[in-house]
């Protein structure tokens, strides 16, 4: 009973971490070739991959209450990457991640309204811990406004971030019924179709193989990341998983480290330990 509790948990994990391996890919080809065009090839690419998974299924058509759940969730994915990939290109990395952690509190109250959920102990505490975790790591950066900021950057990280929240409350909803490959599928193919729209003012093809390679590897990441996350929120609540979310930030002082030479300081470690026991403290809720 345990370990069918807290499954849903460690692929929620996996699935974060492919998200934050394709934040770090995308904010590299947002400086390189522009965030319309960063997110063009990898919605082409993404769209490209489950086509050729999902269509040989012979799949039915989404019905008109599903479908309009895909549409939604769609256009609002759509939005909100275009707003935080625009962010990454102006502000540093760690002030990006500190304004975004407001989605999983933002989405611990909206599961009570629009899932119907009842909000236990166990979530809040893992909330907080989590949030606390971040904010010991980022707090003097993400409070180091002055006039030199890039407030207009800020203020599209945060918009986004609220816009998450809502995105995190939709995928339990579309989870709940529909598959994670028509998931992929819906959110993938919508998104690249209302990305045309901007093809005949903004759309100009990637210079060379790094920037093809780095469109096909982010959409594999994102489809990946997808699907998992489509698994985990069809088998446990929102406020369950929402902690999770704040496992990016561990992945991404990881790859940091690992990619970037950046270095792992104590902040960054106590603040890793809250956050982990914050995820511990959200598997325990869903045991009974």
């Known amino acids: 009973m345990r370990q069918a ?13 492919l998200f934050s391996m394709m934040d770090a890919v995308m904010k590299g080809q947002a400086l390189a070739m522009g965030t319309y065009n ?15 998974l999902y269509l040989p299924t012979r799949p039915t058509r989404a019905s008109g209450k599903i479908l309009r759940i895909h549409l939604i969730r769609a256009a609002l994915t759509a939005v909100m990457a275009y707003l935080f990939f625009f962010g ?27 899932l ?12 907080l811990l989590g ?29 986004s971030a609220v816009m998450y929240a809502f995105n995190l409350v939709l995928q339990r909803m579309q989870a709940l019924v529909a598959k994670p490959l028509e998931i992929a599928f819906y959110q993938n193919t919508i998104v690249f179709l209302m990305l045309l729209v901007g ?7 990637p210079a060379d193989a790094l920037q093809w390679g780095g469109a096909a590897l982010a959409a594999a990441f994102a489809v990946g990341s997808l699907m998992l996350m489509s698994v985990a929120y069809r088998q446990a609540e929102a406020q369950r998983l929402v902690a999770i979310e704040y496992t990016a930030f561990i992945w991404a002082a990881m790859l940091g480290w690992w990619f970037f030479a950046e270095p792992v ?9 809250l956050i982990v026991l914050g995820c511990l403290v959200s598997a325990r809720g869903g045991g009974h």
């Open 199 to 205: 093809v005949p003012f903004a759309v100009s093809w």
């Open 265 to 273: 300081t104590a902040r960054t470690l106590l603040g890793t330990g």
């Open 88 to 114: 990454l290109t102006r502000i540093p990395l760690a002030q990006a991640i500190g304004l975004s952690f407001i989605a999983p509190i933002i989405t611990l109250f909206l599961a009570v309204p629009i």
């Open 38 to 52: 960063a997110m063009f090839w990898r919605m082409a690419m993404g769209a490209l991959i489950v086509a050729v």
């Open 116 to 127: 119907g959920e009842r909000i236990g102990a166990n979530a809040r505490l893992a909330a």
């Open 131 to 159: 949030f606390g975790g971040v904010m010991v790591v980022v707090g003097g950066e993400l409070m180091a406004v002055d006039a030199g900021s890039d407030l207009l950057g800020m203020s599209a990280v945060l918009v």
């Open 5 to 17: 509790a807290q499954y849903p948990m460690l692929v929620a994990t996996l699935g974060i971490l």
